[in-house]
T-cell receptor
Framework: DGGITQSPKYLFRKEGQNVTLSCEQN?????MYWYRQDPGQGLRLIYY???????QKGDIAEGYSVSREKKESFPLTVTSAQKNPTAFYLC??????????????FGSGTRLTVV | GDSVTQMEGPVTLSEEAFLTINCTYT??????LFWYVQYPGEGLQLLLK?????DKGSNKGFEATYRKETTSFHLEKGSVQVSDSAVYFC????????????FGTGTQLKVEL
């Protein structure tokens, strides 16, 4: 079955460390997205990519970095510059941008905790 | 820019009660509208969608009608179950926005026996 796989499900980071969250999809979707979700808040867009080797900043990109070397993969690195990284991170994908009727498919999320 | 406004939660209902979660939107074009559901500790799942005015999306007993005249897409269910307890997100997608979804802040639903 096609879908999006996020790993790991739980991740612990020490102060000053960089960590990378994995997101892989086998849906042949062109566009991929990273969101951050904090308790009691909605989803905030970190980065998105509409095509391989290209990506754009979302609303809260500071302290994060991404790459899109393959269509299937869109890893997110949470750097030490992100001062409050504890959150639930969601990856999503969608078909060709411009076809607005299809929505997104989401992964099951990674919960990152700073220890 | 595009925006989505949802009623604040939590909404607490008894089992078999009628559910309405209000959602209104602002968009420059003719957006597609969606409801997503998030169960505890999970990602979001598409619940239903509507792509043009007067369309009704439905799934698992939930319904929502795309009302262009009132810019609304309220979620309804006639008889909720404990298993419906989750957070519900209203969202829109506008071609002019490059197919990026704009989400509401989410409404938590708690259904009690």
């Amino acid at each position: 079955d096609g879908g999006i796989t996020q790993s790991p499900k739980y991740l612990f980071r020490k102060e000053g460390q960089n960590v990378t969250l994995s997101c892989e999809q086998n849906l042949n979707h062109d566009a991929m997205y990273w969101y951050r979700q904090d308790p009691g808040q909605g989803l905030r867009l970190i980065y998105y990519s509409q095509i391989v080797n290209d990506f754009q900043k979302g609303d809260i990109a500071e302290g994060y970095s991404v790459s899109r070397e393959k269509k299937e993969s869109f890893p997110l690195t949470v750097t030490s510059a992100q001062k409050n990284p504890t959150a639930f991170y969601l990856c999503a994908s969608s078909i060709v941008p411009g076809q607005s009727s299809e929505g997104y498919t989401f992964g099951s999320g990674t919960r990152l905790t700073v220890v | 820019g595009d925006s989505v406004t949802q009623m604040e939660g939590p909404v607490t209902l008894s089992e078999e009660a009628f559910l309405t979660i209000n959602c209104t939107y602002t968009a420059t074009g003719y957006p597609s509208l969606f409801w997503y559901v998030q169960y505890p500790g999970e990602g979001l799942q598409l619940l239903l969608k509507a792509t043009k005015a007067d369309d009704k999306g439905s799934n698992k007993g939930f319904e929502a009608t795309y009302r262009k005249e009132t810019t609304s897409f309220h979620l309804e269910k006639g008889s909720v179950q404990v298993s419906d307890s989750a957070v519900y997100f209203c969202a829109l997608s506008d071609v002019g926005g490059g197919n990026k979804l704009t989400f509401g802040t989410g409404t938590q639903l708690k259904v009690e026996l």
